[in-house]
C-alpha cells in the first residue's frame, strides 16, 4: 500500500464519518443550548422569587424600627439610671470616708448618753 493510496483511503473515510461525527455534535450542541435556556428560566424564576422574599423582609424589618428605637432609648435611660446611682454611691460613700471621724464622736456621745439615761433610771429604779 502507498502513501498516495492510504491518504485517499482516509479522505473516503473521514467524508463518510464527519457528516456522522457534525451530526452527533449538533444534537450535543441542541441539547446543552435547550438545557442553558431551562436553566436560565428557572433562574430568572428564583430571582423574581427571591425578590419578593427580600421586600416581604424589608417590609417587616420597617415595622421593628419604631419598637427597636423604643428599646434603644430604654436601654440608654437605664444606663443614664445606673451611671447616676454610681456616682451616687460613690459620693456618699467619700462623704462617709471623710467624716468618719465625726460620726464615730456622734455614735460614741449617743451611746453615752443612753448608757447616761440607763444609770439615771437604774437609780431612780434602785430608790423606789
Given at each position: ?17 464527519l457528516p ?35 421586600d416581604t ?72
Amino acid at each position: 500500500m502507498e502513501l498516495d493510496q492510504l491518504l485517499n483511503l482516509l479522505s473516503v473515510v473521514a467524508g463518510k464519518c464527519l457528516p456522522i461525527l457534525g451530526f452527533i455534535v449538533l444534537v450535543f450542541l441542541i441539547i446543552f443550548v435547550r438545557h442553558l435556556i431551562i436553566l436560565l428560566k428557572s433562574a430568572n424564576e428564583a430571582v423574581i422569587s427571591m425578590t419578593k422574599t427580600l421586600d416581604t423582609a424589608n417590609k417587616e424589618l420597617e415595622t421593628l424600627e419604631k419598637p427597636l428605637n423604643t428599646l434603644n432609648e430604654l436601654s440608654d435611660t437605664i444606663d443614664t439610671v445606673h451611671e447616676a446611682s454610681k456616682t451616687a454611691v460613690r459620693s456618699a460613700l467619700v462623704a462617709i470616708i471623710e467624716n468618719l471621724g465625726a460620726i464615730k464622736e456622734w455614735a460614741l456621745q449617743k451611746s453615752k448618753k443612753e448608757d447616761t439615761t440607763t444609770a439615771v433610771r437604774s437609780d431612780m429604779e434602785g430608790e423606789e
